[in-house]
């Protein structure tokens, strides 16, 4: 198993750009999470899904947006691209029941700076 | 709502020494997971342990053992005879099982600074 795969590792957008971060994950979990990470700080919710079809905000939506295809995939979308999106962007997923193996996996991470 | 909270921005043991990481949470949902995470300097997030809400005894993972005291509502991890490797920064997390949507959320952190 791959696990969780982000991709790309890196980019650098203009200030107004827009890409799309791509999440895959092979562990057939149903649910799955967007974070971002500021230098030196926690991880805040951007979004998450708990299926296919079904995905909900979390800490700090704005200027993202996702959807929920298939359950392996969840690509988050940035529209114009500002600086204060300048982050670490963590995909993660985990299986739905609470127990001791259900941890999150996470991705490698992407790093983006927007100039 | 869901709130985790973290209060030591950073925290420095001595090799060989135990250290307690705090972690407070705020929480409606009867049913929830609380979750530890290391993160070095390579960035990758690794798991540590968990505690279910419901859980009796406190979880236990090698030299990580997590002290779960849920009418005040902490979750600390302590690490026993620490190691240079430990040094991290440490992320506890939330799960809520029912109302809170089965999103996950994260404290702060707290980097850990282990000296030789």
């Known amino acids: 198993n791959a696990g969780v795969t982000q991709t790309p590792k890196f980019r650098i957008l203009k200030i107004g750009q827009s890409m799309t971060l791509q999440c895959t994950q092979d562990?057939?979990?149903?649910?799955m999470y967007w974070y971002r990470q500021d230098p030196g700080m926690g991880l805040k919710l951007i979004y998450y899904s708990v299926g296919a079809g079904i995905t909900d905000k979390g800490e700090v939506p704005n200027g993202y947006n996702v959807s929920r295809s298939t359950t392996e995939d969840f690509p988050l979308r940035l529209e114009l691209a500002a600086p204060s999106q300048t982050s670490v962007y963590f995909c993660?997923?985990?299986?739905?029941?609470?127990?001791?193996?259900?941890?999150?996996?996470f991705g490698p991470g992407t790093r983006l700076t927007v100039l | 709502a869901q709130k985790i909270t973290q209060t030591q921005p950073g925290m420095f043991v001595q090799e060989k020494e135990a250290v307690t990481l705090d972690c407070t949470y705020d929480t409606s949902d009867p049913s929830y997971g609380l979750f530890w995470y290391k993160q070095p300097s390579s960035g990758e997030m690794i798991f540590l342990i968990y505690?279910?809400?419901?859980?009796?005894q406190n979880a236990t993972e090698g030299r990580y053992s997590l002290n779960f005291q849920k009418a005040r509502k902490s979750a600390n991890l302590v690490i026993s005879a620490s190691q240079l490797g430990d040094s991290a920064m440490y992320f506890c997390?939330?799960?809520?099982?029912?109302?809170?949507?089965?999103?996950?959320?994260f404290g702060a952190g707290t980097r850990l600074f282990v000296k030789a």
């Open positions: 562990m057939n979990h149903n649910y």
């Open positions: 993660a997923s985990s299986q739905r029941y609470l127990s001791s193996y259900n941890e999150q996996f």
């Open positions: 505690q279910g809400s419901y859980d009796q």
């Open positions: 997390a939330m799960r809520e099982g029912t109302t809170g949507g089965f999103k996950t959320i």
